[in-house]
């Protein structure tokens, strides 16, 4: 039955991500603590990067370190209390190397279609919402040696590429909602804080 073999397939995926998380927190020379919504830093601008130097490659490593401990595929930096202009990316959650992707100072150039996609924040963990976001967009951005690249991105890709450059904007995938979806996830989110789960 397609449903019985689709959620076999998402037990796996969440085995084998479990098993890189526990062994990246058994591994990484340092990780960073996710902050969690409604932490201010969350609703400010990171500032621009001027300065690509061997420290900012190595904070670059444990954001990436960071994204997979808690199990994210995007991290901006904001979300580890530093505002300013960076966010990682892996889609494949440490699967293809290729696929890993740093945005320093990005912005979107292009952007086509739209898309209608649940999305989650390690920063507002257990909510889960369908959010409207274009479904390609195409970004540029400098890597961490201060070199700018392009790259594109559609549907999951394109989701998370918004996402991350909204991080670096003060904007949360709730902001996106409509008036009344975001009011009751902000419930939703006092209800747990009151009774000590957030
Ligand atoms: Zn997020």
New binding site residues.
């Given amino acids: 039955m397609p449903t019985h073999a689709k959620l076999d397939t998402a037990a796996e995926k969440r085995l084998a991500r479990q098993a890189t998380s526990d062994a990246v927190r058994k591994t990484a020379p340092k990780l960073h603590t996710v902050i969690k919504y409604p932490d201010p830093v969350l609703a400010k601008k990171g500032e621009l990067v001027t300065e690509f130097t061997p420290e900012l490659a190595q904070f670059v490593d444990e954001m990436f370190d960071s994204m997979y401990a808690a199990q ?1 595929i ?3 930096a904001p ?1 580890i209390s530093v505002s300013k202009q960076i966010t990682v990316i892996d889609i494949s959650f440490n699967e293809r190397p290729e696929e890993k992707i740093v945005l320093i100072n990005p912005e979107v150039i292009a952007r086509k279609g739209k898309q209608f996609e649940e ?6 963990p257990e909510i889960f919402e369908k959010v409207q976001r274009d479904s390609w967009v195409k970004v540029r951005a400098q890597n961490v040696r201060g070199e700018f690249f392009e790259v594109e991105g559609e549907e999951l890709l394109a989701r998370a590429l918004l ?2 450059i ?2 670096l904007h003060g904007i ?2 709730i902001d996106r909602l409509s008036r009344l979806k975001r009011e009751l996830v902000i419930h939703r989110i006092r209800k747990l804080q009151k009774n000590g789960e957030w």
């Avoid at 999305?119 to 507002?124: A, F, K, M, V, Y």
Wanted: proline share 0%; aromatic share 6%.
């Fill in positions: 994210g995007g991290l901006a979300q999305e989650g924040c390690l920063s507002i996402h991350e909204d991080h949360l995938f």
